[in-house]
């Protein structure tokens, strides 16, 4: 997905996925994919358009965007439970 064949260059994946290193207003748009993806508007994908991004680059970067963070709660989910089962919590 990061590295594969892509409208939206792999490096600009890859700041999607981790959510950092994008310039503004695509740090905006991406910022609310992770953060508040109910929030995304309109105006978010206009601004990004207008940046001189594709409607392909921003559905891949938005994609990438929404695994990363899915990726972050996963791993966060699985270091919680092992914490738990080390110390005795876990039911």
Known sequence: ?????GRASAEQRA??????????????L???VVARPVQ???????AAKASGFSEDQLFELM???????????YEAGLAAL?????NGDAG
């Open 1 to 5: 997905m990061r590295n594969g064949e």
């Open 15 to 28: 700041g999607a996925f981790a959510n950092e290193g994008l310039s503004p207003p695509l740090d905006a």
């Open 30 to 32: 991406i910022g609310k």
């Open 40 to 46: 995304v508007s309109e105006t978010d994908l206009a």
């Open 63 to 73: 994609i990438c965007a929404a695994v990363g963070q899915s990726a972050r709660l």
């Open 82 to 86: 092992a914490e738990a089962t080390v």
